[in-house]
């Protein structure tokens, strides 16, 4: 208290600068009204005029920084997703192929690195308008020089690439853990080369770009249809053409269920992904230089997890009705299908409506995990339903909480992105079968891709010819 008295008596600078913090104003914008009334009134109009430039300055700076943490930031940890998506497939693959996934995942990312770089950038943003709205002009993705920065971005432009790249990789993990324990490594890599440098840029430009989905209406916040069911459409069109594991299906149409190698892999791997997933959402805000944005960034981050939580609980309770017992691989793929559906619109709803959007997630993946294998479609880890369906269904419920938007564009949309990528991607996949086919031999699938692909084993004391000392 005796200190504000002397603020009163002596110190009017300095309470002014107090007070301007108080009313929430910037410090350099404090500091320069606490030089202004320092100065004589004679000066204070020259001043002033050379302080509000110096303001607006500061306001643009500050903007910049903030924007560029929230891009670094909310990108690694999307980054930190390409761990969740390693030890999810790790824990729901059979012990022989354990190392084979966690090989296929750490190149996706370094893959999708470069040629997101290389070309990929710019084919999604790179001046879209010039081809209709279609794609972008392909070129190498160049950053601020040292000690640079462009303020009339908004944002530094090598945050923005990490950002954008890190969105990339995870569109090819999806597929890595639909076609696991039978597809061959570089085949698949070759397959993720065009999917990180030319699909998913390509079709990215369309809505992200400024491209024509964009021009129509359409809306996907962070990428329920760009993302997921790009890898989705993708991750089938693998499926289908790759064909089932050996022994999945049997010839009277019976099912034989093939567990994973560890439960505790998979929940460690979708609690990672629960995580990367408020920075896969929350950045996608695009910018943290107001308080309107901060503001925004919390609601998507519980909006986000809300959605999650509506789908585990949808999951348990309807496994228990319909099975009598709550399946676990079933709840961890319905985290992930409530954190699908919310991602095409985490800001809008309300949270009652992110747990309905989220647990309706759910409920699709309950049922159309036996509806595949009806169709004798062999989905390892439950993406398709998860990023596909799930990735559709977030799309098309984007209008009930935004109302500027239409359930015939975003129906357009999905349709759009649907027949692209399932043609283009199954187009691929037959190429690569007939070239270098796609398909390990029985041999190898029997021995399991650690030994046949990989050459090191994840549990080789497992083995059949090896003991622990």
């Excluded at 695009?286 to 809300?306: E, K, P, Q, W, Y």
């Excluded at 939580?309 to 009705?321: F, R």
């Excluded at 993406?383 to 984007?398: D, E, F, K, S, Y």
């Amino acid at each position: 208290m005796a200190a504000a008295i002397e603020f009163d008596k002596g110190y009017g600078p300095m309470k002014s600068y107090i007070l301007s913090l108080r009313s929430g104003r910037s410090l350099l914008a404090a500091g320069a009204l606490a030089a202004v009334t320092a100065v004589p009134a004679s000066a204070q109009e020259v001043t002033m005029e050379a302080v509000t430039a110096a303001i607006d300055a500061s306001k643009g700076e500050t903007a910049y920084i903030f924007n560029t943490l929230s891009f670094l930031m909310t990108g690694f940890l999307v980054m930190f997703m390409a761990a969740g998506f390693a030890m999810l497939e790790a824990g729901l693959v059979r012990t022989k192929n354990v190392s084979m996934q966690c090989l296929k995942n750490i190149a996706i990312y370094s893959i999708a690195g470069i040629m997101f770089w290389l070309i990929g950038y710019n084919i999604m943003y790179n001046d879209v308008a010039a081809s209709g709205g279609y794609f972008g002009i392909p070129a190498i993705k160049g950053f601020e020089d040292v000690g640079g920065s462009d303020l009339e971005t908004g944002y530094s432009a090598a945050s923005d690439w990490f950002f954008q790249m890190v969105f990339c990789a995870t569109t090819a993990s999806i597929v890595s853990g639909t076609v696991a324990e039978r597809v061959k490594l570089w085949p698949f890599l070759i397959f993720t080369v065009v999917l990180t440098g030319v699909f998913y840029p390509l079709v990215g430009s369309w809505q992200w770009g400024g491209g024509w989905l964009s021009e129509m209406g359409f809306s996907d916040f962070a990428g329920s249809t760009l993302v997921h069911s790009v890898g989705g459409w993708a991750a089938l069109a693998g499926a289908i053409i790759i064909g089932a594991r050996t022994g999945k299906f049997g010839k009277d149409g019976s099912v034989h269920v093939m567990p994973g190698s560890s439960i505790p892999l998979a929940t460690l791997g979708t609690f990672i992904l629960w995580l990367g997933w408020f920075g896969f959402n929350g950045g996608s805000q695009l910018a943290m230089g107001t308080l309107g944005d901060v503001t925004d960034i919390s609601r998507i981050f519980a909006n986000t997890n809300l959605a999650a939580c509506g789908g585990v609980v949808a999951v348990m309770i309807l496994t228990q009705i319909i099975y009598k017992k709550v399946d676990v691989t079933m709840a961890l793929n319905g985290a992930l299908a409530g954190l699908v559906s919310i991602t095409a619109e985490p800001l809008a709803p309300s949270a009652f409506t992110a747990i309905i959007i989220g647990g309706i997630g759910g409920v699709l993946i309950v049922f159309a995990v036996p509806m595949l294998d009806k169709l004798k479609i062999d989905d390892v880890v439950g993406a398709i339903p998860v990023h596909l369906l799930c990735g559709i269904w977030g799309t098309m419920a984007v209008p009930i909480s935004n109302g500027d938007t239409s359930f015939v564009t975003q129906f357009i949309g999905v349709v759009a992105y649907g027949v692209f990528m399932l043609v283009a991607s199954a187009v691929l996949w037959f190429i690569l079968k007939m070239i270098t086919g796609v398909r390990v031999s029985e041999e190898e699938e029997a021995m399991g891709l650690d030994k046949a692909e990989v050459g090191v084993e994840a549990y080789p004391e497992f083995g059949s010819g090896s003991q622990r000392m």
